[in-house]
């Protein structure tokens, strides 16, 4: 499994939430909500800092990353955040 940011999805990110280099993103499961992956789940996000990460990207000096924890959601699949400039947000796309 793989994980990827795009440089302007982290730019989002990094105005979005008042990020600095050296901060960090974890994205985890959360019961409810749409997530498409695992039926009753979605993703949700927090700034935190990585304890036992299972995959983690770094783009801009922040650190994107997902807990050993939470891989199951991703059921064995890649994960890419990308910002999506028709819509003007990031937009995760899980596959292989």
């Given at each position: ?16 939430l008042s990020l600095k280099k050296g901060d960090a993103v ?71």
């Open positions: 499994m793989e994980m990827t940011i795009t440089q302007p999805a982290a730019k989002w990110y990094m105005n979005e974890r994205f985890y499961v959360r019961y409810g909500g749409h997530g498409g992956v695992q039926s009753g789940f979605s993703l949700a996000l927090s700034v935190d800092t990585p304890d036992k990460p299972a995959m983690q990207v770094k783009e801009m000096g922040i650190t994107f990353f997902v807990e050993e924890t939470d891989l199951w959601y991703f059921d064995n699949q890649n994960f890419h955040i990308k910002f999506s400039r028709k819509n003007e947000e990031v937009e995760f796309i899980i596959a292989n």
